[in-house]
């Protein structure tokens, strides 16, 4: 189990004041952890590499990158803006002391074709609202480049909240990333239903300290994994499906949906199900499973309720009647 943060600005501010991480320390750790995924997508070879980089702190991430690779791999940089905060600054100022090759927009738009990477290091969780003209068309450009694209802490064009708000053609817009490498801790706009199509694989690296000390504050989700998963596994050899407790499905105005989730719940090792038809003298249009148990009250030895599969919205009667389920049956665990 994974804690998700939506905003890590207050654990950054605590390992600073606790543990003396500067924010320079913390970029360098951000810029190691690129570099990192970097060399792991060029191998080696002499790939060509480029980061775009923006006006802040996410910026300074990518000067970083390219002032840490620059001699070893060929790195470019595109500043898609120009820096502003004062560690993007210092942080360019040090690519440039490097050596690190600064090119134009004409430049880059020119080379696309030709970079093994592209490195998104332009707005991070700072970002709100809908792209600019000219970026979204540089966006456009990159995610139709044959280059492997990686993302700084979250791609470009998704907010805090994991909204793209920004649409292209009738479709949504930001950076397609094949891997996000974001800092610090998990947020949960990475895993909105908007960002799945752009995060591509997440790794989560360190800033200076580990998680167990990062993770300070109360996290605002949790993101399940396959050692948080619990079957019923049979322990003593005499038992029957009476064991495994009896899920309850609602059957509501689209019954075939409650079928195939009483199924589901079947195959995931529920030992009983029952499918309770809340729409009156209704016969199904659906071929039933034999062992789907059907009926119209909620069982007395409920142990899960599935409440939302199918249930529909025309017919009051049947939401009125769930409500009364879950009113009298406060102790069962529910499923919405």
């Not at 924010?23 to 952890?33: G, L, Q, R, Y």
């Not at 009738?170 to 996000?180: K, M, N, Q, W």
Request: net charge neutral.
């Amino acid at each position: 189990m994974y804690k998700l943060y939506e905003n890590i600005k207050p654990l950054e501010q605590y390992v600073s004041r606790k543990y003396g991480l500067t924010e320079s320390v913390m970029i360098e750790n951000a810029a190691a952890a690129l570099e990192q995924e970097v060399r792991l997508h060029t191998g080696t070879e002499d790939a060509p590499v480029c980061v775009v980089c923006g006006r802040g702190n996410n910026g300074a991430d990518g000067y970083a990158l390219a002032r840490r690779i620059a001699g070893e791999i060929p790195a470019s940089v595109y500043s898609a803006e120009e820096p502003e905060s004062e560690d993007c600054i210092k942080q360019h100022a040090a690519a440039a002391a490097a050596g690190v090759r600064f090119v134009s927009r004409a430049s880059f738009l020119r080379e696309l074709a030709a970079y093994r990477i592209v490195v998104d290091c332009m707005y991070g969780t700072g970002f709100h609202g809908t792209l600019g003209d000219e970026i979204a068309g540089l966006l456009e450009k990159i995610n139709n480049a044959p280059c492997f694209r990686i993302a700084c802490d979250i791609p470009s064009g998704i907010d805090k909240f994991g909204v793209v708000a920004t649409m292209s053609a009738d479709e949504p817009l930001a950076f397609r990333a094949g891997v996000t490498v974001t800092m610090g801790a998990r947020k949960t706009a990475l895993y909105s239903d908007a960002a799945k199509d752009f995060c591509g694989c997440i790794r989560c690296a360190g800033i200076g300290v580990s998680s167990a000390l990062f993770e300070s504050g109360s996290p605002d989700a949790y993101l399940l994994s396959v050692s948080d998963m619990r079957l019923p596994v049979r322990i003593r050899k005499s038992v029957h499906k009476g064991d495994f407790g009896h899920v309850t499905v609602a059957a509501g105005e689209k019954e075939g949906a409650a079928v195939i989730a009483g199924t589901a719940a079947l195959n995931f090792g529920a030992g009983l199900v029952t499918l309770v038809d809340l729409i009156p003298k209704r016969r199904t249009a659906f071929r039933m499973p034999p062992e789907l148990m059907c009926g119209t009250e909620l069982p007395a030895n409920t142990t899960a309720v599935l409440l939302g599969s199918g249930l529909g919205r025309s017919d009051y009667g049947a939401v009125k009647t769930a409500g009364q389920w879950l009113a009298a049956h406060k102790t069962a665990g529910l499923v919405l």
